[in-house]
């Protein structure tokens, strides 16, 4: 669906208000500013552009796209970021038909068969059942490290649906090691748990990020299995942007400080201000935290500083030999490249390349690519008699200084004081970005928050 100013306004009941707007503001740069050019700030900006707004997105990256990353120089072109989408994540895929891409599905070959390594202990994972080293609960003993942790929570998940998240009491915002701890997980089943978390850690890991994420996953299980974009996650943020009129996107502009007063916000870059009645910050927190800030956002300081990015380091390598085992090539591991994942060529199917992929307290700041590239090499062919070439570290850590992580999760505790707090607007500053989101995690949850900002910027300037 084309998004135009008669869709906005009549979705949004403003047809009638319009033309009651009030007169445009003088010495402005734009009508909005937005900040961060990734899925949420390339969606406002189609919508507010289309609704005639002039808009301006500013992005301290040399590309669109932001946690969006493709690599098409290495084999099998290989995702970075963001890949999988649902089937209930219609505003990707009708904003992917709107700029001629496809949704397709994911290409053959695929296996959920794993290998497991721990200690000096190489095993198929079909084996851990039974394994004298697993010291799971016994309810739980045919859970490997990276599932059981959801096959506890899908046993009790007091969520009903994707609404009820917000609406639960602190009985159930508890951490996830208290969690597995109140099922009978030792310390020492809880430390193997916590490798290759997709979070942290489980002590700063809410339960309602898991409960959420399986009330999503059940939706979305129902309509079918994932897929992805023809050609490269990073394909719909690049044809997005395209979409926008010449010079919406400036690139290599990195945010220092956001000024406000009643009728304008400032934005300071690293080559200058620009001055809008409204800007978007899709930024996420880590990078926000670091900027100078308005005083009227000294309320919102403490999530702005502690709301939790998961913290990732990828090692991409090409496969040049297969492992002498003859064990499957996914893996979960205690060794320092946690899990691997095979990447497979997009037309025969064929295992091409791996991706080392550590999480939370696994990754190493202070360890350089080379560092990595060695460490990864090695250690498949020490443990698998795999013979591979590193060509590429994608770093989502603290270092990463446009993110700050890869996505963000709640911490206990946070959700009932922050969740609905940090959508609301603060004078003309407006936030978006997936750490905004509501009823959907992700690619589109970040799609919605997108709206909701640009929705309410609408009435805005409608008068409303």
């Known amino acids: 669906m084309n998004w135009t100013r008669r869709h906005f306004l009549a979705a949004s009941g403003l047809t009638a208000m319009a033309a ?37 997105v500013l992005d301290a990256d040399s590309r669109v796209g932001g946690r969006m990353v493709t690599l098409d120089d290495l084999p099998g072109r290989p995702e970075a970021g963001g890949q999988q989408v649902g089937q209930s994540y219609a505003r990707i ?34 084996d851990w059942a039974t394994s004298p080293q697993n010291p799971f609960p016994e309810a739980f003993k045919r859970a490997t490290p990276d599932t059981a942790l959801f096959m506890a929570a899908a046993r009790a998940n007091p969520l009903v649906d994707q609404y009820a998240w917000r609406e639960v009491g602190p009985e159930v915002d508890i951490s996830a090691d208290a969690f597995l701890a109140a099922q009978g997980f030792d310390d020492r089943s809880r430390a193997l748990c916590d490798i290759a978390l997709n ?91 670091k900027l100078g800030l308005p005083a009227e956002l000294e309320a919102r300081r403490p999530i702005i500083r502690d709301m939790p990015y998961t913290q990732i380091q990828q090692v991409h390598l090409a496969l040049d030999g297969q492992p002498t085992d003859d064990l499957p090539l996914m893996m979960w591991t ?82 009932p004081v922050w969740a609905e707090e940090i959508l609301k607007p603060v004078g003309r500053l407006h936030f978006a970005g997936e750490h905004t989101s509501f009823l959907h995690t992700g690619m589109e949850g970040a799609m919605e928050s997108a709206e909701r900002a640009a929705y309410a910027i609408i009435e805005e300037m409608a008068g409303v």
């Open 93 to 126: 895929r009708s904003t992917a038909l709107d700029v001629g891409l496809n949704i397709v599905p994911f290409p053959p070959g695929g296996s959920r068969d794993k290998t497991m390594i721990l200690g000096n202990q190489v095993f198929d994972a079909r």
């Open 20 to 56: 009651c707007a009030p007169a445009q503001h003088q010495g402005k740069d734009a009508d909005v500013l937005i900040l961060g050019a990734g899925l949420a700030g390339l969606h406002a900006a189609r919508m507010l552009s289309a609704d005639g707004a002039n808009v301006i």
């Open 334 to 415: 205690d060794t320092p490249i946690e899990r691997v994942f095979p990447v497979r060529d997009k037309t025969t199917g064929e295992p091409v390349a791996l991706t080392c992929w550590v999480n939370g307290t696994g990754i190493r700041e202070a360890a350089g690519d080379e560092d990595w590239k060695s460490l990864a090499e090695e250690t498949l062919l020490q443990k698998r008699g795999i013979k591979a070439t590193a060509l590429n570290v994608t770093r989502w850590d603290s270092q990463t200084s446009h993110a700050g992580g890869a996505y963000m999760h709640w911490a206990p505790g946070q959700v």
């Open 199 to 289: 979070a942290n850690a489980l002590t700063s890991y809410s339960m309602l990020n898991v409960w959420r994420s399986m009330v999503l996953f059940q939706i979305d299980s129902q309509t079918g299995p994932s897929e992805e974009v023809e050609g490269g996650s990073q394909r719909l943020p690049e044809a997005m942007a395209a979409s926008l009129p010449d010079g919406s996107v400036r690139l290599n502009s990195t945010v220092k400080a956001i000024e406000m007063n009643a009728n304008r916000v400032t934005v300071t870059t690293d080559a200058g201000s620009l001055s809008a009645p409204f800007v978007i910050s899709t930024l996420p927190f880590p990078v926000m935290s």
